[in-house]
């Protein structure tokens, strides 16, 4: 079965910036497409950003021009790159791909 695990969670100060990494093992990682998604306390989760197999990438547009997603298949690894955070940012950040979600990381952000 294929373990998804995020990481690079922290509280930062609004305008500040994170690299969220997400690694995955025991499963063929460069056919599929990954996705961040978010959820807050009290709040749905909601979709953040993608990328496809061939690097095509997509953003809810809430982050869009903030955050980047990447993808390092040798390394079985993606990234959001996230800039200018704002306190609507704070959530539980997840990382998916097929049917696997990781545990998901915190990001808090305080003015």
């Known amino acids: 079965q294929a373990q998804v695990m995020e990481s690079g969670g922290d509280s930062v100060q609004a305008g500040g910036s994170l690299t969220l990494s997400c690694a995955v093992s025991k499963i063929i990682f460069s056919t599929k497409e990954v996705r961040w998604y978010r959820q807050a306390p009290g709040k749905q989760r909601e979709w953040v950003a993608s990328?496809?197999?061939?690097?095509?990438?997509d953003y809810a547009d809430s982050v869009k021009g903030r955050f980047t997603i990447s993808r390092d298949n040798a390394k079985m690894m993606a990234y959001l790159q996230m800039n200018s955070l704002k306190s609507e940012d704070t959530a539980g950040y997840y990382c998916?791909?097929?049917?696997?979600w990781g545990q998901g990381t915190q990001v808090t952000v305080y003015s």
């Open positions: 998916t791909l097929a049917r696997f």
């Open positions: 990328i496809t197999s061939g690097g095509v990438t």
